[in-house]
């Protein structure tokens, strides 16, 4: 088994199986490739509404999560750097700022 299909076998991404093959877009994209033992930090999982979402960090890519109660499965999004996740929750339409603020907040805390 190659590389390609040991990171998607993870357990990390058996409940965010886009996750993975994102990652993968992202590394070669980037140049930037996760190590055989790499560290996960993510937040814990925040309820907004009817949705659970989380915030985290693969080595160096940063990813958010979102499912919703009677789902099984994340949908998620990854992003290349620090900087991308920011700019992902500044460049939301109409969030208020405090909200912005949370959420930079958190990325700095997955660092």
């Known amino acids: 088994m190659g590389r390609i299909e040991n990171i998607k076998k993870l357990a990390f991404f058996e409940d965010k199986p886009g996750l993975a093959e994102q990652i993968l877009m992202l590394e070669k994209k980037t140049q930037l490739f996760l190590p055989n033992e790499f560290e996960i930090r993510q937040t ?38 620090e900087a991308d996740a920011k700019a992902f929750f500044v460049h939301l339409p109409e969030m208020e700022n405090e909200l912005v603020a949370f959420w930079l907040n958190e990325v700095e805390l997955v660092r």
Request: net charge negative.
């Open 44 to 81: 814990v999982g925040y309820e907004i509404g009817d949705k659970e979402v989380i915030l985290g960090r693969l080595e160096s890519f940063y990813f958010l999560a979102l499912k919703g109660v009677e789902e099984d499965n994340y949908r998620s999004q990854a992003f290349a750097s």
